[in-house]
């Protein structure tokens, strides 16, 4: 999931994927992988930046951009190239070299993250560059889309393509997997946390550095902890903040981001229905069933929106859950409700929601070049998020077991929960007609020999678990030091004054808490009050 790093709204934009055929190829991998012939790579590991300033009406002036050349497929590099979007803010002092950040996702999209956010990370300016990168197939980066009309998940999930007609919905996620390949391009085959980590070393190497140092949240700690594994020897100080599982399926995610985001849910509506402008009223039970209400609502009859397209009780719940990340928003969540609910008003809610309504005429141009930014596909982010999960994860059960399946997997979502379980069990089911992804991630990424690096678990986090940063830390081994985040919300560095300074004296200094020690949480953050800003 995207880390929140914003107390503001914001619409995030970006893009998606398909399965892999690993290849363990190349500079800087494990020996197991090197005693195999190796593809030529060093073109790209000799490549040289150039720097200018960002385009763009958002952009700011200080901020850098750049690209880096990689191959499509590591396997075969002759095969074709794409290219990778870069941006940076120069070191305000003495420069150690430069520190990566990814923002999360999947399918979030660096470059207008740090544009909008990079206030809160410059403090590390201090030292380094601060750098950031669109993935590949995500932002500027050969973005993926699944194409024009409507939106894919909701495709699968009208009234007659649902669980009680398995055939009928199996055929619509097949014709969505279809869609999604059409329009992605090249790129499709090729995406994936394996192949972007293989990027990221290119990238290291382009930015003149022998180590690399790196900021990742939520599916960014996914991204960084497969780079250990593929490169341990080029290992810097790397920070993993929101840490996300290594080792469960996705259905076994779905059930978890289910459970954590009605857990949240209800701690917002307890603090709702201690305000008189709550749109759900007083009666804390009843405000509950109003929400599944107002849901199921949107679903019978989606509600028209000002882009032309109509906004559905799961485009709702999604909206929600985006806002669920930080309790500071709660108050700007409460008051899109109430716009919502007296008015019919549907921007103040979309303003949380992850992706856009209206697509493109045209598919994304496909020859490996940059897109500019006004011409990313505006379902960019959900269709990252789906295909490069499916690429991550190696389980595609068969038709037959899928229509078994689906009662019980409905059940266990809609048990976990009743506003989150329907939307949850949607993304899995559209891992359905995708061929097989990697399963690298869940059987070689572990017992990592590397530097030391730090994992922040956050306890009230309803998207990535802390129990997750524990497993993980297992997982990795000796190299893996835990920060407990007392707080609540998801990831730590912004929430958590305590984090953000344990976190900039590691990258900057090298200086490592003890393995097992915590943060406080922050009681001026805890205290939301319906007077605060959003």
Known sequence: MLA?????????????????ALALLGAGLPAAAADQPQPDLSRFYRQKLTW??????????????????????????????????????RASGASQG??????????????????????????????????????????RSSPVSCGEGSDVASAVTEKDADIRHPRTLLERLRQAADQCARFSGPVLPHI?????????????????????????????????????????????????????????????Q??????????????????CATDLGCPFGQDRRAAGAKVIR???????????????????????????????YSRELWPSLERALASLIEDGDTRRVMAFATGGIGLPRERPRTDGGLVDAQDVPADNL???????????????PTAARLTKDLKDLRAAYDQASPVFGRYRLTQLLLCY????????????????????????????????????????????????????????????????????????DFLLYGSLPASGSSCPADATRQNVTSDSTG
């Open 52 to 89: 200018a300033v960002c385009r763009g009406r958002d952009m700011p002036k200080d901020l850098q951009c750049a690209k880096v050349t990689v191959p499509l497929d590591y396997a075969r590099p002759r095969a074709g190239t794409l290219d990778v979007a870069l941006a940076r803010y």
């Open 433 to 504: 007609g995708r061929p097989k992804g990697t399963d690298f991630i869940r059987d070689r990424v572990k017992n990592v020999r590397s530097a030391k690096m730090l994992l922040v678990g956050t306890r009230g986090d309803p998207a990535t678990p802390y129990r997750w940063t524990v497993e993980t830390a297992h997982r990795l081994g000796p190299s893996a030091v835990v920060l407990d985040n007392k707080g609540e919300g998801h990831t730590g560095y912004s929430s958590s004054m305590c984090v953000h300074r344990k976190v900039n």
């Open 294 to 324: 107002l849901v199921r609502s949107l679903d019978e009859n989606p509600v028209p929106t000002d882009f032309g397209g109509s906004f559905s009780g799961q485009d709702l719940v999604g909206a929600i859950g985006q806002a669920l």
């Open 382 to 396: 959900p269709a990252a998020l789906m295909a490069i999960n499916c690429a991550d994860d190696p389980d595609r």
């Open 4 to 20: 929140k790093l914003s107390t503001r709204p914001a619409v995030r934009r970006c893009a998606g994927a398909s399965a892999l």
């Open 254 to 271: 779905g059930v978890a981001g289910a459970e954590g985001q009605q857990t949240a849910l209800d701690d917002f509506l307890d603090w």
């Open 192 to 252: 994936g946390t394996v192949n972007a980590s293989r990027d990221l070393d290119v990238i290291r190497q382009a930015l003149g550095d022998d180590h690399l140092n790196y900021l990742g949240f939520s599916y960014g700690s996914r991204l960084g902890a497969v780079y250990a594994a593929q490169f341990p020897g080029k290992v810097g100080r790397i920070v993993l903040d929101g840490v996300d599982t290594l080792t469960e399926s996705l259905a076994e």
């Open 98 to 139: 430069s520190v990566l950040l990814n923002f999360g996702g999947p399918g979030g999209a660096g470059i207008p993250a740090l544009a909008a956010e990079g206030k809160q990370f410059m403090d590390l300016t201090k030292g380094y560059d601060l750098v950031t990168f669109d993935p590949r197939g995500v932002g």
